[in-house]
C-alpha cells in the first residue's frame, strides 16, 4: 500500500511541474527566460576534462536533464525489473505470461494505428514509438485513487504489465536512437560492463563500486553513440540481488550480539546506560549484519527511489512538457503526429492490451486475474493509455535535433503525448468507477 501512495503523490508532484511548464511556456516575458534556461552549458571538470561532454562539447541543461537525470530514472526502471524477474510478478512462468502478453499488445497495436495516422513524411514516422510506453507512477496513481475497491490481481497486472512495458521502450531507445557509433568507447564500455559482471562473481557488494563503475559506463555511452541513458539500465542488471552469505549467517550474528547485552528489569528499563567500548562495538556489528541483510539492489532502489519521485522526474516534466501553443496551428491539433500519438496511446494501448489479453484467456495459456470481472480489466487496460514520461522522452529522441521542422514535430508529439495521457486516466477513472465493486 505504500508503494501505491506513493506514485500517488509522484503523480501530483508530476502534474504540478507539468502546468507549471505549460504556463511557463506561453506566458509573455516569462517563455523567453523558460526556452533559454535549458540551453545554458553544464560542466564538472578537471583540468580540460569535462565529465558532462559529448564528443567535446559541454551538455546543455536541457541535455543534462535528459540524458544523465533521466540515466538515472533508467537505473531504478532497471532495478524494479531486475527484482520483479528475480522474485516478484515476472518471477515464474505463470506470473509473468499475462502482463508480458498484454505488453506486446500494448507495444505493437500503438505502432500500428501510429503508422497508419502519421503523415507519411519519413521525419515524422521516427516517433513510431512514442505510443508504446504505460507510465508505471501515473497509471498505479490512477488505481490507488479507488483504494480497496480493486482486485489485488489487478494491481499486480498492471504493475507487472508496466514493468514489461518499460524493458521493450528500453530495448527500442538501445536499438533505434544510438547515433555516431564510437568503436574505441564501444570497446571501452564493454570493458567496462565486464568489469561490474566479474565484480559479481567474485562477490563484491559494495554499492560504491557499482555506482562509480556506473558513472564511467554512462560517460563512456554518452560518447560511444548508444543513448547514455541505457548505462543506467546496464548497471541496474549489474547490480547484486543476492547477499555475499546466507540471511540466516547474519541473523545468527545479530542473535549473538544481542545476547551479549545483560536482560534489563522492567523497572529499569527508562534508565539511561553508559556503554562500554565492547558494547558499542558490538552494536556496530548489529547494525553492519543488519545492513549486509539487505541485497545492494533493493538497498540502491529503496535509497534513490525519493530522488526519483520527487526530483528527477519532475525536472524531467518541467523541462519537456513546456509547449508553446502560440507556434502551432488549429490544423495540428486535429491532423499530424499529435492525432497519431494521441490516437496510440487512448486506443492503441486498450485494444492492444485487451485484444492480446482476451485471446490468451480465450485459449487457455493464462487465466483472468482472481476476484476480478471483464468490465473491470477491460477499465484497466484503458489507463494503460497513460503514457507521459517515456513517451515524452522518446518523442524528444525522436525529433530534437532535427531544427524548425523537428521543433514543430516534438511540440505536436508532446501535445498528442499530454492529451492521450489525460484522455485514458479521465476515461479510466469513469470506467473503473462504475465497474469496480463499490465496497
Keep these: 500500500m505504500s508503494k501505491l501512495k506513493d506514485h500517488v503523490n509522484s503523480s501530483v508532484v508530476l502534474i504540478f511541474f507539468t502546468v507549471l511548464a505549460l504556463i511557463c511556456a506561453n506566458v509573455p516575458g516569462v517563455k523567453d527566460w523558460y526556452f533559454s534556461l535549458w540551453q545554458n552549458p553544464v560542466s564538472l571538470s578537471v583540468g580540460e576534462f569535462n565529465f558532462f561532454s559529448h564528443n567535446g562539447h559541454s551538455l546543455t541543461v536541457g541535455q543534462f536533464i535528459n540524458d544523465f537525470l533521466m540515466a538515472l530514472f533508467f537505473l531504478s526502471v532497471g532495478l524494479e525489473i531486475k527484482r520483479e524477474i528475480k522474485v516478484g510478478e515476472l518471477s515464474t512462468k505463470e506470473k509473468a505470461l499475462l ?5 506486446c499488445g500494448g507495444m505493437i497495436v500503438p505502432v500500428l494505428l ?86 559479481n562473481f567474485m562477490k563484491i557488494r559494495s554499492k560504491a563500486f557499482y555506482v562509480t563503475m556506473g558513472l564511467i559506463l554512462w560517460y563512456l555511452m554518452l560518447n560511444s553513440g548508444i543513448h547514455a541513458t541505457i548505462a543506467g539500465v546496464v548497471t541496474a542488471f549489474c547490480i547484486p540481488a543476492t547477499l555475499k552469505k546466507g540471511t540466516g549467517h547474519y541473523l545468527e550474528r545479530i542473535r549473538t550480539n544481542v545476547n551479549k547485552f545483560p536482560v534489563i528489569d522492567v523497572d529499569e528499563q527508562n ?23 539487505i541485497s545492494p539492489l533493493q538497498d540502491l532502489e529503496d535509497n534513490i527511489a525519493f530522488l526519483i519521485n520527487y526530483i528527477v522526474i519532475p525536472l524531467f516534466a518541467f523541462a519537456n512538457a513546456g509547449i508553446d501553443l502560440s507556434q502551432m496551428s488549429a490544423a495540428s491539433l486535429v491532423s499530424g503526429v499529435g492525432v497519431a500519438v494521441m490516437i496510440g496511446l487512448v486506443f492503441g494501448k486498450f485494444i492492444g492490451v485487451f485484444s492480446f489479453s482476451w485471446l490468451a484467456i480465450r485459449m487457455k495459456v493464462v487465466t483472468l486475474p482472481a476476484n476480478t470481472t471483464w468490465k473491470a480489466f477491460a477499465s484497466v487496460c484503458v489507463i494503460c493509455g497513460i503514457g507521459f514520461t517515456v513517451s515524452m522522452f522518446i518523442a524528444d529522441l525522436s525529433y530534437s535535433g532535427a531544427g524548425e521542422a523537428g521543433i514543430a514535430l516534438l511540440n505536436q508529439a508532446k501535445l498528442g503525448v499530454l492529451c492521450g495521457s489525460v484522455i485514458s486516466a479521465v476515461l479510466g477513472c469513469i470506467l473503473l468507477n462504475k465497474t469496480l465493486p463499490k465496497e
Excluded at 99 to 103: C, S
Excluded at 278 to 291: F, P, R
Design 99 to 103: 502482463p508480458i502478453i498484454g505488453a
Design 114 to 199: 501510429f503508422w497508419l495516422f502519421c503523415p507519411s513524411d519519413p521525419a515524422a514516422s521516427r516517433g513510431l514509438a512514442i505510443p508504446m510506453a504505460t507510465d508505471i507512477a501515473f497509471s498505479l496513481g490512477v488505481l490507488a485513487v479507488f483504494k480497496s475497491r480493486v482486485p489485488v490481481g489487478l494491481k499486480i497486472f498492471l504493475a507487472a504489465l508496466a514493468v514489461a512495458d518499460d524493458l521493450g521502450g528500453i530495448i527500442v531507445i538501445a536499438l533505434f536512437y544510438s547515433t555516431d557509433i564510437n568503436l574505441l568507447f564501444i570497446g571501452l564500455t564493454v570493458v567496462c560492463i565486464a568489469a561490474m559482471v566479474t565484480a
Design 271 to 293: 534508565n539511561a546506560i553508559v556503554l562500554t567500548h565492547a558494547q558499542i562495538h558490538t552494536l556496530k556489528s548489529i547494525e553492519s549484519a543488519a545492513d549486509k541483510m
